[in-house]
T-cell receptor
Framework: GAVVSQHPSRVICKSGTSVKIECRSL??????MFWYRQFPKQSLMLMAT?????????EQGVEKDKFLINHASLTLSTLTVTSAHPEDSSFYIC?????????FGPGTRLLVL | AQSVTQLGSHVSVSEGALVLLRCNYS??????LFWYVQYPNQGLQLLLK??????LVKGINGFEAEFKKSETSFHLTKPSAHMSDAAEYFC?????????????FGQGTILTVHP
């Protein structure tokens, strides 16, 4: 399967700070990628769909000004959690689309104190 | 709109026993269906997918799933469980078209395999 990396794998930050998560597709290029989050003992929930060179499309209930997505190239996307609060603590997972299949990164665990 | 229901948040089997993880879906158009596995603190790994070809789909690690339109089901099976199969399994649906690639996940089923 395809390889997707995320960095960092784990981050702890203070409330009010911003955190940037990087997601790379290592062995294929794609126009479209997705950001998900997973709260403890829950399933993955789609946050936003991002197309290279365009503004991201956010799912209902996800604040676009809080979760900034930069899709700089066909292999790199970043998610910035601005002014993070404890309720933003979650497991953030990115995926890249190839055909009808999504290839997921290993995830970034964010803990906001 | 699409949705996925996984029956049973926890399934426990003995090593060597049959694994059956249930998934029912709802979709307004012919769906694409997926099973993913997640090991602790890791991302999701694709096990198998149905994309309107053969209704019996074979995946990695000996898993397979059968698409049954009349039952709106896509249950995951493995004839003989191995200790390494212990993980959380997610069923997901995509509608394609303009929603191509957007996945809706089920709640997940934690599979425990005991000796």
């Amino acid at each position: 399967g395809a390889v997707v990396s995320q960095h960092p794998s784990r981050v702890i930050c203070k409330s009010g700070t911003s955190v940037k998560i990087e997601c790379r597709s290592l062995d294929f290029q794609a126009t479209t990628m997705f950001w998900y989050r997973q709260f403890p003992k829950q399933s993955l929930m789609l946050m936003a769909t991002s197309n290279e060179g365009s503004k991201a499309t956010y799912e209902q209930g996800v604040e676009k000004d809080k979760f900034l997505i930069n899709h700089a190239s066909l292999t790199l996307s970043t998610l910035t959690v601005t002014s993070a609060h404890p309720e933003d603590s979650s497991f953030y997972i990115c995926s890249w689309g190839r055909g009808e299949t999504q290839y997921f990164g290993p995830g970034t665990r964010l803990l906001v104190l | 709109a699409q949705s996925v229901t996984q029956l049973g948040s926890h399934v426990s089997v003995s090593e060597g026993a049959l694994v059956l993880l249930r998934c029912n879906y709802s979709s307004s158009v012919p769906p694409y269906l997926f099973w993913y596995v997640q090991y602790p603190n890791q991302g999701l790994q694709l096990l198998l997918k149905y994309t309107s070809a053969a209704t019996l789909v074979k995946g990695i690690n000996g898993f397979e799933a059968e698409f049954k339109k009349s039952e709106t089901s896509f249950h995951l099976t493995k004839p003989s469980a191995h200790m390494s199969d212990a993980a959380e399994y997610f069923c997901a649906v995509s509608e394609g078209g303009t929603s191509y690639g957007k996945l809706t996940f089920g709640q997940g089923t934690i599979l425990t395999v005991h000796p």
